[in-house]
């Protein structure tokens, strides 16, 4: 018989039942289920102030801790004795280091040295009973414990090897961002197989040549930006046409019986003439053409001149940013990003990416944003939307404390998505690429184009485009700006 089978069956003192009631709380017997919901309320002891599961008198008839009033310390953690996170004997703190340490624990008894980062992320985050509950209910510890027994291997083609789950997804992601794993990027590491698919379709020595156009020049640039953190799905897709352009640019090579070698600038010319929207794609291909002597000297086809186009009133680009600034059924971070776009014309993927150390609060309360160069001052009340942010964005989930993106994800490590706030601002009528068009627009003819460029991180060609759609002229702006640098 357990002991509390034989306590006898009373009324709990503070829910009523007739139980087996098993402690005294505040004086009065109460049930098991009342005295976990006990367990799991500490609050500041009068005291000593500390966290405690205020359960008996003191001298003064206050709710306070065993140990202010001579009890038996029942309802701490019998590891270090803290009492404000419950885990059945243990604290969630205790509990989960321990089942941590179990879990990434290799054969010879020790943390697997590889896993350490992640028994740490793990261990330091700030809510151990969410951690404990992954473990019950997720299948990912058991591929870590796998790992840490060294049943399989800790690196990318394991990953590759298992289903592209969400559980086995997010696991490669925390591997990743706590640098377990090499960096990766999954919508990058799907371009590899996409194209070996392409080239077993080309006859061999096309596909040779596109092979190495494209290791060597696409996806090494793809790569160097991922490291830079700077890659975006848009240049994926630019790549991807690229490579894409480039085939059947080689196709109408062979269609029209000619070499790559012996092609000339009227070929070229010829080309361009039939496939216009193509130009643009192939310019890379024949840029490393010419790099690596594969082909002559030719000029690459010209661009068509891309001009800017506004399409959004300015009346209606105000009506948005009003939305934004004040309606509070937007999410913080949506509001925010969008008029990033709205007001300093900064295109929506490059805000996604912004870092918290382009946000400068200043002792006086000024809140400044750099987003080139130089930092502008936010005006209020976006000054206190940011604020407001900056003291939200620090309650994201342990696995994505290492990073330091002013608005992160829900993928570990990796910064939120386009998408995520371009489809918000889409149902609100934003159309994102418009707005910034707008907005680029109104800054291009109220500031000098130089400073519009080196303020807003534009190119200088960028700037002069808009700034003749505005009307205005470099000139202008050259003599303006040195007069004001002169002041
Ligand atoms: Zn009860
Ligand atoms: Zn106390
Ligand atoms: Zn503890």
């Given at each position: 018989m357990s002991p509390r089978a034989r306590l006898p069956r009373q009324d709990c003192a503070h829910c009523g039942r007739h139980e087996r009631c098993t402690r005294i709380v505040l004086e009065q017997p109460v049930c098991q289920r009342c005295t976990l919901r006990f367990a799991r309320t500490a609050q500041a002891c009068p005291g000593c102030a500390n966290i405690r599961v205020l359960a008996f008198y003191d001298g003064d008839r206050r709710p306070s801790c065993a140990t202010c009033t001579g009890n038996e310390a029942v309802y701490a953690c019998t590891d270090c004795g803290r009492e404000d996170s419950p885990w059945g004997r243990l604290c969630g703190h205790c509990a989960l280091k321990e089942k941590a340490t179990a879990l990434l624990s290799g054969p010879d008894g020790g943390i697997h040295p590889q896993l350490r980062p992640v028994h740490e992320a793990l261990v330091c985050g700030p809510r151990p009973q969410t951690t404990l509950y992954w473990f019950t209910r997720s299948t990912g510890p058991s591929v870590l414990a796998a790992m840490a027994r060294g049943d399989i291997e800790i690196s990318h083609a394991t990953f590759e090897a298992m289903p592209a789950d969400k559980t086995h997804n997010y696991l490669r992601d925390l591997l990743a961002a706590l640098g377990v794993l090499p960096p990766f990027h999954a919508e990058l590491e799907r371009v590899t197989p996409w194209l070996n698919q392409l080239l077993s379709t080309l006859p061999d020595e096309h596909a040779e040549v596109l092979n190495r156009f494209a290791r060597w020049q696409v996806l090494r640039r793809l790569r160097r930006e991922e490291q830079r953190g700077t890659l975006t799905h848009g240049a994926i897709s630019a790549a991807r046409a690229t490579i894409v352009v480039t085939a059947r640019f080689l196709g109408w090579l062979t269609e029209h019986r000619m070499d790559l070698a012996d092609l000339t600038q009227d070929d070229l010319d010829r080309y361009a003439e039939q496939h216009r929207a193509r130009v643009t794609a192939l310019r890379p291909f024949l840029t490393w053409c010419e790099a690596t002597d594969l082909g002559r000297e030719l000029s690459p086809p010209k661009r068509p001149d891309l001009q800017p186009a506004v399409t959004l009133p300015d009346e209606d680009r105000w009506r948005h940013v009003q939305l934004l600034l004040h309606d509070d059924t937007i999410r913080l971070y949506t509001r925010i990003a969008g008029l990033f776009v709205l007001l300093y014309a900064q295109p929506l993927a490059r805000v996604c990416r912004m870092?918290?150390?382009?946000i400068t609060v200043t002792a006086a309360g000024i809140t400044r944003a750099t987003f080139d160069t130089y930092p502008i001052e936010l005006p209020d009340p976006l000054d206190h939307l940011v604020r407001t942010h900056l003291t939200r964005r620090g309650q994201a989930s342990y696995a994505s404390r290492p990073d330091t993106w002013l608005f992160p994800g829900g993928i570990p490590g990796k910064h939120l998505v386009t998408e995520n706030i371009r489809s918000q601002l889409v149902a609100r009528g934003i159309q994102p690429l418009a707005a910034r068009n707008a907005a680029m627009f109104q800054l291009a003819s109220t500031m000098p184009t130089p400073i519009l460029a080196e303020i807003l991180g534009l190119s200088p060609t960028t700037a002069t485009r808009w700034a003749a759609l505005a009307a205005r002229d470099w000139s202008t702006y050259t003599a303006l700006r040195d007069r004001a640098l002169q002041q």
């Open positions: 870092r918290v150390d382009q």
